[in-house]
């Protein structure tokens, strides 16, 4: 059974934002390429600025590309490749740099690594409904990672994720058992949203709203 770490929320939320997390215990056991599909659809259907979907991945499975998926450890730092090799699927999430438009000179896309970001946060969510985990990773050689992948300019190579079912905790060194099993927290809700005007708190985001 997965370790459940759910988050501890001031208001109910959809079951799998409240059970997503970030584990380091990946199970060697690879992902059919159904699920992947329906991940990858996940992060197609986010939204965007101006619907421009600067959103590119570079995946490799275990079984599917066991050398590009061998490359893609080796961009990691120390820190990640610890764990990070056993999960089945790992992936570098890029985001292109600039817009195009046919009648028009390319322009910078401001919104490209927010674009990014919200596709793999879709995917995210997708992967927890479907029993699977995603731990994202920005500790890597962005450099080595382009080298690696053939990434083109005009790209940034933004982020890892490491995606897979979870494995077992006592395979992971002993400081990282520890850090699996730790409690998940966050800052308190209410200092992060402001009413109207920066530094008035919401007080809707922590009580029943009577203030
Ligand atoms: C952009 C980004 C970069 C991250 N980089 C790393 C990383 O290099 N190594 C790591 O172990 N976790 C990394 N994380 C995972 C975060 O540490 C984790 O999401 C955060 O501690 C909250 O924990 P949770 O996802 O379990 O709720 C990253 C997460 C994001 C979104």
Request: glycine letters at 8%.
């Amino acid at each position: 059974m997965p370790l459940a770490k759910p988050a501890d929320t001031a208001a109910p939320l959809h079951p799998p934002l409240r059970a997503r997390w970030s584990p380091r215990a990946f199970s060697p056991r690879p992902v059919p390429s159904a699920a992947l599909r329906t991940l990858f659809e996940a992060a197609r259907w986010a939204p965007s600025s101006g619907n421009n979907q600067p959103w590119r991945f570079v995946v490799a499975t275990i079984d599917g590309e066991p050398e590009a998926h061998a490359r893609l450890v080796g961009c990691l730092n120390e820190g990640n490749r610890r764990w990070a090799f056993r999960a089945p699927v790992l992936v570098f999430a890029c985001t292109k740099l600039t817009i195009e438009r046919p009648d028009r000179p390319p322009r910078d896309n401001a919104h490209a690594w927010y674009d990014l970001g919200q596709a793999v946060a879709h995917l995210s969510v997708q992967a927890t409904a479907d029993g699977l985990f995603i731990h994202q990773m920005a500790g890597f050689d962005a450099a080595a990672a382009r080298a690696a992948c053939g990434v083109p300019e005009g790209f940034d190579v933004v982020t890892a994720v490491a995606i897979g079912y979870f494995g077992d905790v006592e395979d992971l060194d002993e400081d990282l058992q520890v850090r699996e099993r730790a409690s998940r927290g966050r800052r308190v809700a209410g200092e992060s949203v402001w009413r109207g005007r920066w530094d008035d708190r919401a007080t809707w985001t922590w009580d029943d709203g009577a203030a």
